[in-house]
C-alpha cells in the first residue's frame, strides 16, 4: 500500500505538493506511479504518472502545464506539484503503483493509497 500526503486548502492560483510513499518495504522506482484524483459524484481520472524504465511522464490534458510529477528516488517518494490551481481541481487525489508502463485504467494499478483531499475555495 500506499500513503499519500499534502492535501489541503489552497485558494484559486495556489499551489500544493502532494507526496506518494509506499508504507510497506517496496521501491516506488521499479513501478510506474500514478496520480489520480476523484471530485463527489464523478469517475476517478487519471492525473498524471511516471513510468519507472525511462521516467517518462504523462499528463491528463486538464493540468498540462500547472502540474509536475517528479520522482525522488533516495527518499522512495514520489511528488505531485500542482501551481495554478483552479477551483475544478478539488478533488480526494490517490497515487497508485503498476509493475507495467503508465496505462489509464485504474483496474491496471494493483497498489493503491487512500487519498489526500485538495481543496481549491476563495
Known amino acids: 500500500p500506499l500513503v499519500e500526503s499534502g492535501g489541503g486548502l489552497v485558494q484559486p492560483g495556489g499551489s500544493l505538493r502532494l507526496s506518494c510513499a509506499p508504507s510497506g518495504g517496496f521501491t516506488l522506482d521499479n513501478y510506474a506511479i500514478a496520480w489520480f484524483r476523484q471530485a463527489p459524484g464523478k469517475e476517478r481520472e487519471g492525473v498524471s504518472c511516471?513510468?519507472?524504465?525511462?521516467?517518462?511522464?504523462k499528463y491528463a490534458d486538464s493540468v498540462k502545464g500547472r502540474f509536475t510529477i517528479t520522482r525522488d528516488g533516495p527518499k522512495n517518494t514520489v511528488y505531485l506539484e500542482m501551481n495554478s490551481l483552479k477551483l475544478e481541481d478539488t478533488a480526494v487525489y490517490y497515487c497508485a503503483a503498476s509493475p507495467l508502463r503508465c496505462r489509464e485504467r485504474v483496474t491496471d494499478y494493483n497498489s493503491w493509497g487512500r487519498g489526500t483531499q485538495v481543496t481549491v475555495s476563495s
Open positions: 511516471v513510468d519507472s524504465s525511462d521516467g517518462r511522464t
